[in-house]
């Protein structure tokens, strides 16, 4: 759910001490987004395993890495970073392989997630949830019959009021490129200097209502402040499933941004044979389909769909239907070359 060069994540580690004596000695430790599992969750892992637990949350890629290089690599026993990070994770020695003789429930998995091109054959993760970056709007102002569409933030003959843009490096940049007609990943020059270009003229705008996390930008359509944002899917599903008749997300008809968050076990986790216990354990069916129809992201598990709540099995907002996979593109570790994007979106942020 979320990108950094090689330096930009080692500058990040300088700043932040780790609190390394907080943690008791016989326990699980994870490290997750925050609203990312039922608040009994972990209670019923507990239950099942007799494993004690302790969960702590972060709001950012930016944040994890971070937290890893400060000493969380040898204080926590799982991680969840998404898709793109997860190669420069592994260059930075920040992540141990799995044990696949400990995680049988790999099994389960659906055959597009056992071999995806950021970790081939899950030598270092397990997936969690996946799902896309979208629109959640305001019915009230745009109508009912409002075809989503990223014009609203990037063309400012469609503006009608105050928009959040998400806070994320590439995932905001693949939005906005795919806008363009261009591919999340393209390094050709002069893409990118027309991305910066409209980037910049779209946060000049009057209705530009600032960068925020996905819940940050849900938050502040539900209150009102902004009648857009570009937030995770399940993020913003929470705020329809309290108001259909007012809010409702799509991805939009441009395209965007397709993610997949996995389980990983840091370098030096101290207790990694809890932490194989745990992804085995949510790999299994009914634990899978708890967590999916609780996030109302989209399960990796084939498995688990036997127990997903019927109507989010059918709803595009989380299983996006085949011609809307088309518009979405999964982003890649650009290696050395990510430095593109960062100085990008320095030069945006501070423009």
């Known amino acids: 759910m ?3 060069t090689l330096t930009l994540l080692l500058v990040c580690a300088v700043f932040l001490q780790f609190p390394a004596a907080s943690f008791a000695a016989d326990e699980l430790r994870v490290l997750i987004w925050s609203e990312y599992m039922p608040d009994d969750y972990m209670d019923k892992f507990t239950k099942d395993t007799g494993i004690k637990s302790r969960v702590e949350f972060y709001e950012s890629t930016e944040e994890l ?44 998995l659906e055959e597009d997630f056992k071999n995806a091109a950021y970790d081939p054959g899950n030598v ?26 990223t014009s609203l933030f990037f063309d400012p003959a469609e503006r009608k009021g105050p928009v959040v843009m998400i806070d994320s490096i590439r995932e905001m940049l693949g939005i906005a490129l795919k806008y363009m007609g261009k591919s999340v990943n393209t390094l050709d020059k002069e893409e990118l200097k ?7 003229e779209t946060k000049s705008s009057k209705y530009f209502a600032g960068f925020d996390v996905g819940t940050g930008g849900r938050s502040k359509v539900v209150a009102g402040t902004a009648i857009a944002a570009l937030v995770y899917n399940g993020d913003a599903l929470r705020a329809v499933a309290d108001a259909p008749e007012k809010f409702a997300f799509a991805n939009p008809r441009e395209g965007g941004v397709i993610w997949a968050d996995n389980m990983a076990v840091p370098a030096g986790a101290p207790h990694v044979d809890y ?18 129809n609780w996030t109302q992201y989209a399960t990796p598990n084939k498995a688990a769909k036997a127990f997903i709540t019927a ?15 088309k518009t979405l593109e999964f982003i890649n570790d650009l290696g050395k070359n990510n430095r593109y994007y960062d100085e990008l979106w320095t030069m945006i942020k501070t423009r």
Do not use: C
């Open 2 to 4: 979320k990108k950094l």
């Open 65 to 108: 890495v971070a937290k890893l290089q400060a000493g969380g690599v040898n204080q926590y026993d799982v991680v969840v970073p998404s898709d793109y990070i997860i190669n420069t994770m592994i260059k930075l020695n920040l992540l141990q392989k799995l044990d696949h003789a400990k995680l049988p429930n790999l099994a389960n």
């Open 124 to 149: 270092y993760t397990a997936p969690y949830q996946w799902g896309t970056v979208g629109m959640l709007y305001n019915k009230d102002i745009l109508g009912q019959n409002y075809v989503a569409s």
């Open 194 to 200: 027309a991305l910066a270009k409209m980037m910049i």
């Open 275 to 292: 932490a194989h216990t745990f992804i085995n354990w949510v790999l299994d069916a009914k634990n899978g389909a708890t967590l999916s």
């Open 311 to 325: 109507g989010d099995l059918t709803n595009p907002a989380i299983y996006p239907r085949a011609e809307t996979m």
